[in-house]
């Protein structure tokens, strides 16, 4: 019995892995790989310039300034198609530097200034740090000169001295506020304040009680309203000991007002407090890696505990590995973590526990520098909040099973019924930017655009709301994208399909337009993209736009009889469906074959002549996207089936509006006028897809899509649940009575607990609870048996979890 155990929990990973591959609707609607016309990328790159980790962004969005290695650039972003090195100031270590920090053992390529710190101090100075050959140093610099004013200074606790290691740096009243490692080796984790002066005093963490355990710094971010600084990090969680280095996401506050203790915890914070950030559906293993986080200000006037945060995670477990999720918080979630009960050390055991105790002082409230030593003492010991920060609502706000998230930036944008929408950026490391917009229903992925091609070490976002563009910054330069550009979609049902809040239908220039007061009354369906509901002059079938009857010519195709025919149906998008219909007549299985690319293949008869028409639904909407009409060839001069003679124009719907140029065609292009327009079929569907075929080696991602959005979905999807949901009760069963055997015996063998005392040892889970939470069961069928399954695999190893596993290990104990 025992030995099959293990066995079983792969299965039903596997089944699942089956089964979602079926249900993850998450694919992107349409995919411009580098150097698609629609969506154009403005680039600044120059041989000397690389690594740029830094981004800053002036207030008038028209300077954007950048830390690279051994320099910092002015670089001007106000042209429309350029971007242009204003200034440089070069800062780089001497050789005399560049040789010790080789002496040390250190590799020469690490050894340059890589900046990490770049913040505005005051109107005219920019602050500035870099790693300086592991030894850090900071510079005042005026903005306007990019020359450096001042002497350099020490830059330890401020800037990390090793590039690899992350840091955060925020100014707030010409104070510099950070997050780093502060010494050599990178054992020495510090959050500390900078350049203060006066009365106001330098702080930083008290280190004797390990207020920070081995972090990884992420962001931070100052909320005006509270006088706070918000970091966040990721670090070992020592409270759940039962885990060799269950890693936990952390917010932590302090308050800028702090100017530390009297006698006790003299500059030091007094205010310091943190929280676990859980990133956790019911039942699943955590996201629990914070990858970057950003903020959403309330809308005008709104209370500043509107404010949401954004942040992507990824898991410390094999079985999410290569997914990623992104999870939001509410300020006032984290207000109220802070302002409950602490957890307590205990200093003998080294063990925390949630104990109700006497409140001398509230741990994280500002205001205590005259507080007295015992409450200061208190303060200091309380730094834990016994309340994790949940995520709104408990959930995620997207789960990708394909994509690593690196980076995010969020904002807020109203669509032309004034209801506001998040949208995301989301970078994923392999360099595409996904535009999310958050509805309702879910996320929806309106587009992606490759940004880079290789990998990159270092990379970087900035949005730019006000002029509508977004910096990312690589290893290999700076690129710049418009948030949005609604002409792609040239006609009204592509711009409502696209769901893309920036966009709407203007009817009276028939144009996609950019939403903004000027236009009034935009065709737009944010929530469920409905063309039939906006597009009123559409009509919605081929049939009603072309009676048998009227049938245009289409694209001609000319053929010798018993020839392969093989037509193409060019996707209207990658969540659409293709389909192929003959008018009056069917199209049987025994004499056409419906490839994997929806091109329709079968051999010349005189009964398969005739005319073909290639559709594609999308969201309840049907469009054609290419006739073609198959004639017996005249001459008998050998053809292919897919070069055509281009037919005489004829009139077309105006839904079918002629974009010039789509992509780079090699054919001859039919003449194409907007506005009223006329056009060729086929010629337009390939124009248009052209760029979205071109990925088809990675045909999967293509054809993800596909299945999801139709009704009568090809994967017998229902017979696959009802069999699969059998078939995991009776594992389930069968699963827990093992378990219950298996419980019965170990229970037999330890003591039982006292609740609320925290479990150390953790040779008392059972074999498959060391597994499961090492995730190897689940991950080595993943790997064999998921495509593009993710989320719901993960739903079946962790319920496979909860229900073999008293505590899962986000349960503090
Ligand atoms: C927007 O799309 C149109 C049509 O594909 C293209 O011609 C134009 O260059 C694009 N504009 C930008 C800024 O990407
Ligand atoms: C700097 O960029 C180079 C080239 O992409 C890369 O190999 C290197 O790892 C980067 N260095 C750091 C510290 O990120
Ligand atoms: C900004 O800070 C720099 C460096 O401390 C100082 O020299 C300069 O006078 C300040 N400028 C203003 C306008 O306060
Ligand atoms: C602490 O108390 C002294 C004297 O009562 C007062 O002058 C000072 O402003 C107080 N400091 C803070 C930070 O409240």
């Known amino acids: 019995m025992e030995s099959c155990r293990p066995h079983l929990l792969p299965l039903i990973v596997a089944l699942l892995g089956f089964l979602s591959s079926c249900v993850n609707p998450l694919t992107s609607r349409v995919s411009f790989p580098i150097g698609t016309p629609g969506r154009h990328l403005t680039r600044f790159s120059s041989p000397d310039v690389g690594n740029t980790t830094t981004l800053l962004l002036?207030?008038?969005?028209?300077?954007?300034?950048?830390?690279?290695?051994?320099?910092?650039l002015a670089l001007d972003v106000s042209l429309k198609d350029a971007i242009v090195l204003r200034r440089k100031l070069d800062w780089s270590p001497s050789e005399k530097?560049?040789?010790?920090?080789?002496?040390?053992?250190?590799?020469?390529?690490?050894?340059?200034?890589?900046?990490?710190?770049?913040?505005?101090?005051?109107?005219?100075?920019?602050?500035?740090?870099?790693?300086?050959?592991?030894?850090?140093?900071?510079?005042?610099?005026?903005?306007?000169?990019l020359t450096v004013s001042l002497k350099p200074d020490e830059g330890r606790g401020r800037c990390p001295?090793?590039?690899?290691?992350?840091?955060?740096?925020?100014?707030?009243?010409?104070?510099?506020?950070?997050?780093?490692?502060?010494?050599?080796?990178?054992?020495?984790?510090?959050?500390?304040?900078?350049?203060?002066?006066?009365?106001?005093?330098?702080?930083?963490?008290?280190?004797?009680?390990?207020?920070?355990?081995?972090?990884?710094?992420?962001?931070?971010?100052?909320?005006?309203?509270?006088?706070?600084?918000?970091?966040?990090?990721?670090?070992?969680?020592?409270?759940?000991?039962?885990?060799?280095?269950?890693?936990?996401?952390?917010?932590?506050?302090?308050?800028?007002?702090?100017?530390?203790?009297?006698?006790?915890?003299?500059?030091?914070?007094?205010?310091?407090?943190?929280?676990?950030?859980?990133?956790?559906?019911?039942?699943?293993?955590?996201?629990?890696?914070?990858?970057?986080?950003?903020?959403?200000?309330?809308t005008e006037g709104a209370p500043a505990d509107g404010t949401l945060f954004y942040g992507i995670f990824t898991s410390q477990w094999s079985v999410n590995s290569g997914q990623s999720a992104v999870c939001s918080f509410r300020l006032s979630d984290i207000r109220s973590a802070f302002s409950g009960n602490y957890k307590v050390l205990n200093r003998d055991t080294l063990q925390w526990s949630t104990q109700v105790q006497e409140k001398v002082a509230n741990p994280g409230e500002c205001g205590l520098h005259n507080a007295s030593d015992n409450a200061l003492r208190f303060v200091k010991e309380n730094f834990l909040a016994d309340d994790s920060v949940r995520s709104v609502g408990r959930s995620l706000t997207l789960v990708s099973a394909e994509h690593i998230y690196s980076h995010l930036s969020v904002q807020r944008v109203q669509a032309a019924n004034n209801v506001d929408y998040t949208v995301l950026f989301l970078l994923t490391e392999s360099g595409y930017l996904h535009k999310v917009v958050l509805l309702q229903s879910g996320a929806h992925i309106v587009e992606e655009v490759q940004v880079f091609e290789k990998p990159q070490p270092v990379k970087n976002l900035k949005l730019s709301i006000p002029k509508g563009v977004i910096y990312v910054g690589t290893s290999e330069g700076v690129l710049r994208l418009?948030?949005?550009?609604?002409?792609?979609?040239?006609?009204?049902?592509?711009?409502?399909?696209?769901?893309?809040?920036?966009?709407?239908?203007?009817?009276?220039?028939?144009?996609?337009?950019?939403?903004?007061?000027?236009?009034?009354?935009?065709?737009?369906?944010?929530?469920?993209?409905?063309?039939?509901?906006?597009?009123?002059?559409?009509?919605?079938?081929?049939?009603?736009?072309?009676?048998?009857?009227?049938?245009?010519?289409?694209?001609?195709?000319?053929?010798?009889?018993?020839?392969?025919?093989?037509?193409?149906?060019?996707?209207?998008?990658?969540?659409?469906?293709?389909?192929?219909?003959?008018?009056?007549?069917?199209?049987?299985?025994?004499?056409?074959?419906?490839?994997?690319d929806s091109s329709l293949?079968?051999?010349?008869?005189?009964?398969?002549?005739?005319?073909?028409?290639?559709?594609?639904?999308?969201?309840?909407?049907?469009?054609?996207?290419?006739?073609?009409?198959?004639?017996?060839?005249?001459?008998?001069?050998?053809?292919?089936?897919?070069?055509?003679?281009?037919?005489?124009?004829?009139?077309?719907?105006?839904?079918?509006?002629?974009?010039?140029?789509?992509?780079?065609?090699?054919?001859?292009?039919?003449?194409?006028?907007?506005?009223?327009?006329?056009?060729?079929?086929?010629?337009?569907?390939?124009?248009?897809?052209?760029?979205?075929?071109?990925r088809a080696p990675k045909e999967a991602a293509f054809r993800d899509g596909e299945p999801l959005m139709s009704g009568s979905s090809p994967c017998y999807l229902k017979e696959l649940v009802v069999v699969s949901v059998l078939l995991v009760l009776c594992l389930s069963l069968l699963l827990t009575i093992l378990l219950y055997g298996a419980k019965q015996r170990w229970r037999s063998r330890t003591a039982p607990q006292a609740p609320g005392t925290p479990c150390r040892d953790s040779d008392r889970r059972t074999p498959v609870e060391h597994e499961a939470l090492r995730g190897n069961p689940c991950q080595s069928k993943r790997n064999g048996h998921i495509q593009h399954g993710g989320q719901a695999s993960g739903v079946l190893c962790n319920g496979a979890l909860t229900g073999s596993n008293g505590h899962l290990p986000n349960t503090p104990i």
């Open 482 to 596: 418009p948030t949005a550009n609604c002409s792609f979609y040239w006609t009204c049902a592509q711009c409502v399909l696209a769901r893309d809040p920036f966009c709407g239908w203007d009817p009276s220039l028939r144009a996609c337009v950019t939403v903004s007061s000027a236009h009034a009354n935009l065709g737009q369906d944010i929530e469920s993209g409905s063309v039939e509901k906006v597009c009123k002059s559409v009509a919605l079938t081929h049939r009603a736009q072309f009676g048998p009857n009227n049938l245009p010519a289409g694209e001609l195709v000319s053929v010798s009889l018993n020839e392969v025919v093989r037509l193409q149906c060019p996707a209207a998008s990658r969540l659409s469906r293709q389909s192929w219909e003959r008018p009056n007549s069917r199209l049987s299985s025994d004499l056409y074959l419906h490839m994997e």
């Open 161 to 298: 001295y090793d590039p690899y290691q992350r840091n955060t740096a925020i100014t707030v009243d010409g104070e510099l506020y950070t997050g780093t490692v502060a010494d050599y080796r990178g054992n020495w984790p510090l959050i500390s304040r900078h350049l203060s002066e006066g009365a106001r005093v330098d702080l930083k963490l008290d280190d004797s009680l390990g207020w920070l355990e081995d972090p990884t710094f992420i962001s931070s971010t100052f909320i005006p309203d509270e006088g706070k600084i918000y970091f966040f990090f990721s670090e070992v969680g020592r409270e759940y000991d039962f885990i060799d280095k269950f890693i936990v996401s952390r917010v932590s506050q302090i308050c800028t007002s702090d100017v530390g203790g009297q006698r006790t915890l003299q500059r030091r914070w007094t205010t310091f407090a943190k929280a676990q950030l859980l990133c956790q559906a019911d039942g699943e293993l955590p996201y629990n890696v914070i990858q970057d986080i950003d903020s959403l200000p309330p």
């Open 97 to 145: 530097d560049l040789d010790q920090c080789s002496m040390k053992g250190k590799k020469m390529t690490d050894c340059p200034n890589f900046i990490r710190v770049l913040q505005f101090l005051n109107a005219t100075h920019i602050y500035a740090c870099g790693t300086f050959a592991f030894s850090p140093r900071c510079i005042y610099i005026n903005s306007e000169t």
């Open 601 to 694: 293949s079968f051999v010349a008869t005189p009964a398969t002549l005739g005319h073909y028409l290639c559709l594609s639904t999308e969201n309840g909407f049907q469009q054609t996207m290419a006739i073609y009409h198959v004639r017996q060839k005249s001459s008998p001069l050998p053809q292919t089936p897919t070069s055509q003679g281009w037919p005489q124009k004829h009139p077309w719907p105006t839904e079918w509006q002629a974009r010039p140029k789509r992509t780079e065609s090699k054919q001859a292009e039919p003449t194409l006028t907007s506005g009223d327009a006329q056009t060729t079929t086929g010629q337009l569907g390939r124009n248009f897809t052209l760029w979205m075929v071109k």
């Open 58 to 72: 002036s207030d008038d969005g028209d300077t954007l300034y950048v830390g690279g290695r051994d320099a910092v």
